[in-house]
T-cell receptor, first 112, second 112 residues
């Protein structure tokens, strides 16, 4: 079945850029998402990209998709302490939900 | 009020007990899901429902059951709780045609 991999931890200094990486195995993945989970909270949809795109920018967030390598990344510019959270990559082939696959999550720690 | 509300937020129960986790939503979404989160494993789908008459097993349905009482309510039951069901449980909803989910804040369940 589909597998989604992420590094479990990332530490950056406040003000630096963070890059969180994700690899997936299903070449049929059509929708690719980034979710943020703050302590004690549910997952919040940050951004998403369709497989026919290779980049999407939304304020401080930049998503890059390399379909050939099945690699997705999330860049956070000017990282702030409020960005400390767990970031989940997720993929699905369709909108039906049954094959929506999450990665293990990357815990981002922002150091002052 | 939150769009997706889960109750209880925390629960400690004994092995062998039956327990129900409840989820209600005000999004008007047809689709509802139950996920389990374990550290380093991401989220795994337990059950999902695309409307009141539709219930489907997910990746890890053994030991769980669900009930879709209404469009807005989807409950998860553990018929006889066991310690390896200790986890964080999330309910989520999605709109038809949209891939992104709205998550509840989670129920932290501990089985002792």
């Amino acid at each position: 079945g589909e597998d989604v991999e992420q590094s479990l931890f990332l530490s950056v200094r406040e003000g630096d850029s963070s890059v969180i990486n994700c690899t997936y195995t299903d070449s049929s993945s059509t929708y690719l998402y980034w979710y943020k989970q703050e302590p004690g909270a549910g997952l919040q949809l940050l951004t998403y990209i369709f497989s026919n795109m290779d980049m999407k920018q939304d304020q401080r967030l930049t998503v890059l998709l390399n379909k050939k390598d099945k690699h997705l990344s999330l860049r956070i510019a000017d990282t702030q302490t409020g960005d400390s959270a767990i970031y989940f990559c997720a993929t699905t082939r369709d909108n039906y939900g049954q094959n929506f696959v999450f990665g293990p999550g990357t815990r981002l720690s922002v150091l002052p | 009020d939150a769009d997706v509300t889960q109750t209880p937020r925390n629960r400690i129960t004994k092995t062998g007990k039956r327990i129900m986790l409840e989820c209600s939503q005000t999004k008007g979404h047809d689709r509802m899901y139950w996920y389990r989160q374990d550290p380093g494993l991401g989220l795994r789908l337990i059950y999902y429902s695309f409307d009141v008459k539709d219930i489907n097993k997910g990746e890890i349905s053994d030991g769980y059951s669900v009930s879709r009482q209404a469009q807005a309510k989807f409950s998860l039951s553990l018929e006889s709780a066991i310690p390896n069901q200790t986890a964080l449980y999330f309910c989520a909803t999605s709109d038809r045609g949209q891939g992104g989910y709205t998550f509840g804040s989670g129920t932290r369940l501990t089985v002792v």
